[in-house]
T-cell receptor, first 115, second 116 residues
């Protein structure tokens, strides 16, 4: 079974630009969660999508948004990039059925550098 | 609000030493799960162990063992006979029932360096 894939793996942008990151979950998984990892703040939850609906949201500004498609693939978008958005963005997928814990499987991440 | 604290930022040991990584958590939920993840330099988070709030039985799995104590809100992780390949950042995490277990709250991580 293929794992979680994220594209691109590396990205360099300049301040003020916008960026879109993509995550393809494990086949059959309907939940996709996004996390931001920075040296200062560590790993922080951004949002979770389940069946094309945002189910949970972390404490991030509105510049961070996401969506999920009918095939469960998810994209996250960051508009008006700031230097502080430089981070490793990780996505995780799970079945998301909510009956107890559903194990999350993480992708390799997208490393975004904002210059 | 939920919180996970890993007080040790970096630990250095020599191969074959045992090492314990500390984790203290805060939650108002009565039902939750605790985890340990490993992040090697490649960046991908690797799941190691999971424990739910109803099961305080401590176990050993290969070279890994954990000590879960609800009375002190601690979930410590021990690697026995450490190896160079164990060098990585280790994260403790919490998932609560009130979020449908769909979010993970991570500690800041402990970098483990195992030298030959």
């Amino acid at each position: 079974k293929a794992g979680v894939t994220q594209t691109p793996r590396y990205l360099i942008k300049t301040r003020g630009q916008q960026v879109t990151l993509s995550c393809s979950p494990i086949s059959g998984h309907r939940s996709v969660s996004w996390y931001q990892q920075t040296p200062g703040q560590g790993l922080q939850f951004l949002f979770e999508y389940f069946s094309e609906t945002q189910r949970n949201k972390g404490n991030f500004p509105g510049r961070f948004s996401g969506r999920q498609f009918s095939n469960s693939r998810s994209e996250m978008n960051v508009s008006t990039l700031e230097l502080g958005d430089s981070a490793l963005y990780l996505c995780a997928s799970s079945t998301g059925t909510g009956q107890g814990y559903n194990e999350q499987f993480f992708g390799p991440g997208t490393r975004l550098t904002v210059l | 609000a939920q919180k996970v604290t890993q007080a040790q930022t970096e630990i250095s040991v020599v191969e074959k030493e045992d090492v314990t990584l500390d984790c203290v958590y805060e939650t108002r939920d009565t039902t939750y799960y605790l985890f340990w993840y490993k992040q090697p330099p490649s960046g991908e988070l690797v799941f190691l162990i999971r424990r739910n709030s109803f099961d305080e039985q401590n176990e050993i799995s290969g070279r890994y063992s954990w000590n879960f104590q609800k009375s002190t809100s601690s979930f410590n992780f021990t690697i026995t006979a450490s190896q160079v390949v164990d060098s990585a950042v280790y994260f403790c995490a919490l998932s609560e029932s009130n979020s449908g277990y769909s979010t993970l709250t991570f500690g800041k991580g402990t970098m483990l360096l195992v030298s030959p």
